[in-house]
């Protein structure tokens, strides 16, 4: 048998040899029959070795048409990633928790804490008399009106654990100076926040028993908290500072609002207070952690803002994890790690030409990306288990970075699910289309490369003048990155003509005309002047005039003409075998 495979392998023009049955299987147009020479192979087989038949066959053409089984393994994956990314998500709920926190936040009116001024809301805080205002009023009401320890607000929601009120703090004349001829009118200055000039020296009342101030520093380890990047100043403020933890019983908490705000927590030093607390809702399972923000300038004022991170349990409890899922991640990440391998050994046979490939390269990005949204997957669930949960009552519990890492996987997630669907192009590139697509992309790329730098350089000039003279009265130009992001949404069609010319009656109307026509009636135009060209290009012509309708029928025919072949293969193996049980009967039957 052995020597029989060898004769049929060396002579290529053998009925029936290994060469003749690849030639006919990488035909995609040929039946997936075959001719044999035995007469038991015309006899109709089994199901189960049609089967194997098909499955081997199958796999032969995979193998031959890389193309085919890739789109087919990157299909798997897209599947994979858009499970695991739309079974954890929440729908709804998660916006609507948020807007029911910070409506109760936010919305409420009050009076300062002087009651000098009319009714206004957290958006229109401005001093620390607001603060205070704030705090003792809708806060208190919020987070302890019920009067129990329970602290029920919006219907639904409860704040487990304690509240807790932080702030950071600066050295006077640190970091600022005053001039001697202004000694008249101050002798001390209090600059912007920063490490550098961070008071760290104990303040406020006498403690009975120690003789010192009772108000201390606590390094960000001991308060377990991170940087927080200020949303309106842009400053950076560290996790450390003074802090107090607030009950959830509504008269302790006002007890305890009124007796930092007598013995003045809050002063001329203070640079930002955060209010830190933790509310679930058992309806839907989620867990929002809630932290408002006051900035207190250099130049004065106040400056509010409210951070909310919304999380389902089971995705920071390992005991509410389903299994499932835990296997679908899995699975997505071995996929991951096998492809990553596949790339990095393409990537050492082909060196450096394996960067030219924009795919492969894209690929890279998503599986990278992948990974770390896996490893952020993971950080919630060792950070709960290392500090509990639920908190006591009596406690704050901070689970800002628990917290802070589903968000942060909800990102990456939402780059890696892009990028995967933007792979899926790869595989119907095929069609006309996407051909013409990407061969005018090709051709325009180098000339859109000058107007692309034209364009970034226009952009800037405008920024750097918009800031300058219009950044002092109108804050969309108060930084040249904002800057640059208004210009975009002006060609958009966002109109800032009217604050512009409120602004500036003279440069106003300049820069703004000056704008427009460049970007508008100059560069778009340029722009698609460019692929207009490269689409009348005679590489276009070559493109196969296929479209997706016209592929679908091809494939349809090729499978209808070998479901014939099949038949009339079955036809003639039927004839034969009528035939030789005829030859077998004996002559006068034959006659008859």
């Known amino acids: 048998m052995a020597s029989r495979a060898t004769a049929e392998t060396q002579d290529p023009g053998a009925k ?3 060469w003749d049955q690849e030639k006919e299987e990488n035909d995609d147009v040929q039946s997936f029959s075959e001719d044999s020479e035995d007469d038991a192979d015309d006899l109709p087989r089994t199901a189960q070795e049609q089967l194997e038949d098909l499955v081997r066959k199958a796999r032969r053409y995979l193998h031959n048409n890389r193309e085919v089984s890739d789109f087919l393994w990157h299909t798997l994956y897209l599947a994979l990633v858009s499970l695991v990314a739309l079974s954890l ?11 029911a926190v910070r409506s109760a936040m936010a919305d409420a009116s009050f009076t300062s804490s002087l009651g000098s001024q009319g009714s206004i809301q957290f958006a229109n805080v401005q001093s620390v008399d607001d603060l205070w205002g704030w705090a003792q009023g809708p806060f208190a009401e919020t987070v302890a009106g019920r009067g129990d320890a329970q602290g029920f607000f919006g219907r639904y929601l409860r704040v487990i654990g304690q509240v807790r009120f932080r702030q950071l703090r600066v050295q006077p004349n640190v970091g600022c100076v ?8 101050s002798t001390a200055c209090y600059p912007g926040f920063s490490t550098t000039n961070e008071d760290v020296s104990a303040f406020g009342p006498v403690g009975e028993l120690t003789g010192l101030p009772i108000w201390r520093w606590r390094t960000a380890s001991e308060l377990d908290e991170g940087w927080i990047v200020g949303k309106a100043s842009g400053a950076y403020y560290a996790g450390s500072g003074f802090n107090f933890s607030m009950p959830t019983e509504r008269v302790a908490a006002e007890e305890m609002l009124r007796f930092h705000r007598d013995n003045n927590w809050i002063d001329l030093q203070t640079r930002a207070v955060f209010v830190d607390f933790v509310s679930y809702n058992p309806n839907v399972r989620l867990l929002t952690l809630a932290k408002v923000i006051f900035e207190l300038p250099p130049t004065g004022g106040a400056i509010p803002s409210i951070t909310l991170r919304t999380s389902p349990l089971r995705m920071i409890l390992p005991s509410e994890s389903s299994t499932a899922m835990l296997a679908a ?6 996929l991951t790690a096998s492809y990553m391998i596949i790339d990095l050994h393409t990537a050492y046979r082909r060196g450096l030409t394996f960067l030219t490939d924009p795919w492969r390269l894209l690929d890279a990005t998503n599986y990278l990306a992948y990974i770390v949204a896996f490893s952020l997957r993971l950080q919630p669930f060792y950070i709960m288990s290392a500090r509990g949960f639920p908190p006591p009552p009596d406690a704050f519990v901070n689970y800002e970075s628990a917290m802070w890492a589903v968000v942060q996987w909800k990102n990456v997630i939402a780059l890696v699910a892009l990028l995967s669907w933007i ?3 790869k595989g119907i590139r095929l069609l006309r289309f996407m051909q013409i697509v990407t061969t005018t992309l090709g051709r325009a790329f180098l000339q859109v490369l000058p107007f692309c730098l034209v364009f970034v350089l226009l952009l800037w000039a405008f ?14 130009f108060r930084s040249v990155l904002m800057s640059m992001f208004t210009l975009q949404r002006v060609l958009l069609g966002a109109d800032d003509f009217a604050v512009l010319w409120d602004a500036n009656r003279l440069l106003g109307p300049l820069f703004y005309l000056g704008w427009t026509l460049a970007s508008y009636l100059i560069l778009a135009n340029i722009f698609a002047a460019v692929l207009v060209e490269a689409m009348g290009s005679d590489a276009l012509k070559s493109v196969p005039r296929v479209g997706a309708i016209d592929t679908a029928k091809g494939y349809y025919d090729r499978w209808a003409d070998r479901r014939a072949s099949a038949a009339e293969e079955a036809r003639l193996a039927e004839q034969r075998r009528l035939e030789g049980e005829a030859k077998s009967l004996p002559a006068f039957v034959r006659g008859a």
């Open 178 to 185: 005053v001039p001697e001829y202004m000694d008249q009118y």
């Open 89 to 99: 998500d929440t729908g709804q709920h998660t916006l609507e928790q948020n807007m």
């Open 463 to 476: 920024a750097i003048a918009h800031r300058l003279a219009f950044g002092d009265l109108v804050y969309s």
């Open 423 to 425: 792979r899926l192009l």
């Open 329 to 334: 991640e899995i699975t997505l990440i071995v």
């Open 16 to 18: 029936g040899s290994v």
